[in-house]
């Protein structure tokens, strides 16, 4: 990889070029043996890059893996911001979606509340992708749990989104704290990741493993 990298900083939201500190590779290879115990295979399977980077504006580290596994047949590679992380994989979100999702938390450490309003409206966005009925975000989100959409535990979170989303789009004297915004980015990844790339991510796994038996049987 390049040493800087135009990355986001998820601990003050600046996207820019991040600094490179350093980095290492760590992998791991299949080996087998004949009769005598000689090494007759060495082949690499999965190779990892790990690589540091400092934020310019927060001085705070970020964290990146550069994952490759050679070992699949078509082979698989991908990269990740480790640290800060939001836990969210992108598999089958859609454009829209996303933007919206990583637009919010890249103001997370500008202004708080312009945050959890853009995450209220991104549940919206969810709400309107999986064709939720209702007239307000309170009777979609409620149709989409009826529904078994969401599970029934999402809907308390919802709540809580709805809620500081609508006291952050009033010009009441309300101070949110990191801990609030940091709990609602970490609901909207949760229902990001279980409506979206759970099960594509599930499907490919499950189709892995049956192939690897149908190639043993």
Not at 31 to 37: I, K, P
Not at 91 to 115: H, Q
Not at 138 to 160: F, G, Q, R, T
Not at 185 to 206: G, T
Request: proline share 3%; charged share 25%.
């Amino acid at each position: 990889m390049a040493k800087n990298k135009i990355l986001t900083c998820y601990s003050c939201g600046n996207r820019g070029v991040m600094k490179h500190i350093g980095n290492f590779i760590n992998n791991e290879y299949f080996e087998d043996y004949d009769e005598y115990g000689n090494v007759v295979c060495h082949q690499l399977i999965e190779e990892v890059e790990w690589i540091l980077f400092e934020c310019p504006v927060c001085h705070n580290p970020v964290l990146v893996s550069d994952y490759t596994c050679i070992g699949m047949p078509d082979g698989y590679s991908e990269i990740t911001i480790e640290y800060p992380n939001l836990n969210v994989n992108y598999k089958g979100v859609p454009e829209s979606i996303k933007n919206a999702f990583t637009a919010a938390v890249r103001t997370k450490g500008i202004d708080r509340a312009i945050c959890l309003l853009s995450l209220r409206r991104t549940l919206e966005m969810i709400c309107k992708d999986k064709s939720a009925k209702g007239k307000d975000l309170e009777s979609k989100i409620a149709y989409l749990v009826d529904k078994n959409v969401l599970p029934k535990m999402m809907n308390s979170a919802c709540w809580i989104l709805r809620q500081l989303g609508n006291d952050a789009a009033h010009a009441d004297d309300v101070e949110f704290t990191e801990l609030d915004v940091k709990e609602c980015i970490e609901f909207v990844s949760i229902i990001i990741n279980y409506l979206y790339s759970m099960p594509i991510r599930i499907d490919q796994l499950k189709s892995k493993i049956e192939d690897r038996k149908t190639k043993k049987e």
